[in-house]
C-alpha cells in the first residue's frame, strides 16, 4: 500500500511540473510581429511566403496580411506577419512590432514608431523618391540612419542591392534581407532554406539561395 502523504507529494511535483511546462510552453509561442515595409514592385510578397512557410514548419499559427496602398504611385507597402501559439489578428499596431524589414530607407523612417521597445529595425540603405519629391514639393531626408539610430532604435543598414547584384540580380535584394532578418532569429538555417525552395520557382532557385546566404553571413 502507498502512504497517502507520498502520493500527494508526487501530484503535487508532477502538477507543478506539468505547471512549469505549460508556462514555459506559451512563453516559448509567445506571439511575435513582424512587419516587411517598402514600395510597390520590391519583392514583400516573397519575402511573407518565405516568413510564412518558415513559422509554419516550427508549428506556429501564422497570420499574414497585406496593406498595398498606392504602391502603383510609389506609395508604401505593408505586410504584416505575426505567429505564435494562437493569433487572434493580423494587425500589428504602434508600438507592437518585435522586427520591422524596410526594403526602402525613407520606408524605415515612416514605419518606426510601430516598433516594440527593444524591437530591431533592419533596412536596405536603397533610396527610392516618393511622388513629393518626384514633382518637386519636398526633398528627400538626408542621414535617415543616423537620425533613427539617435532615437534609441536597435538599427542594422545593408546595402542590398549591391549584395543582390553579387548574388546574380538585384531584384533578389529582397531575399538578401531575409537572409539578414534570418541571421538574428533563433531559426536554423536549413529551415529558410527548405521555406525558399518551397516558395521560389525552379529556375530562380540558385540565385536566391546564394542571395540569402550572403545576406545571412554578412
Not at 516587411?36 to 519583392?43: A, L, P, T
Not at 504602391?71 to 518585435?98: F, L
Request: negative net charge; aromatic residues 6%; hydrophobic residues 45%.
Amino acid at each position: 500500500m502507498l502512504d497517502a502523504e507520498y502520493v500527494g507529494k508526487c501530484a503535487d511535483s508532477t502538477l507543478s511540473k506539468l505547471e512549469r511546462l505549460h508556462t514555459e510552453r506559451r512563453f516559448y509561442m509567445e506571439t511575435k510581429s513582424i512587419m516587411i515595409v517598402g514600395v510597390g514592385g520590391q519583392g514583400s510578397l516573397l519575402a511573407s511566403k518565405i516568413l510564412g512557410n518558415v513559422f509554419l514548419s516550427q508549428g506556429y499559427d501564422v497570420k499574414v496580411s497585406e496593406v498595398h496602398g498606392m504602391s502603383q504611385r510609389g506609395g508604401s507597402v505593408v505586410t504584416y506577419v505575426k505567429y505564435g501559439e494562437e493569433v487572434n489578428s493580423p494587425v500589428i499596431c504602434k508600438g507592437e512590432a518585435d522586427i520591422i524589414v524596410s526594403f526602402e530607407l525613407l520606408e524605415a523612417a515612416r514605419w518606426m514608431s510601430y516598433l516594440k521597445k527593444n524591437g530591431h529595425l533592419i533596412t536596405s540603405t536603397q533610396t527610392l523618391d516618393p511622388m513629393p519629391v518626384i514633382t518637386g514639393t519636398a526633398v528627400y531626408p538626408e542621414n535617415i540612419i543616423e537620425k533613427i539610430s539617435a532615437s534609441g532604435i536597435d538599427v542594422t543598414a545593408a546595402d542590398a542591392l549591391a549584395i543582390a547584384e553579387k548574388a546574380g540580380n538585384v531584384k533578389a535584394s529582397n531575399v538578401v534581407l531575409m537572409g539578414l532578418m534570418s541571421s538574428k532569429m533563433q531559426i536554423a538555417e536549413e529551415v529558410w532554406i527548405e521555406a525558399i525552395k518551397a516558395c521560389v520557382p525552379e529556375k530562380f532557385l540558385e540565385l536566391n539561395l546564394k542571395a540569402f546566404s550572403l545576406g545571412r553571413n554578412m
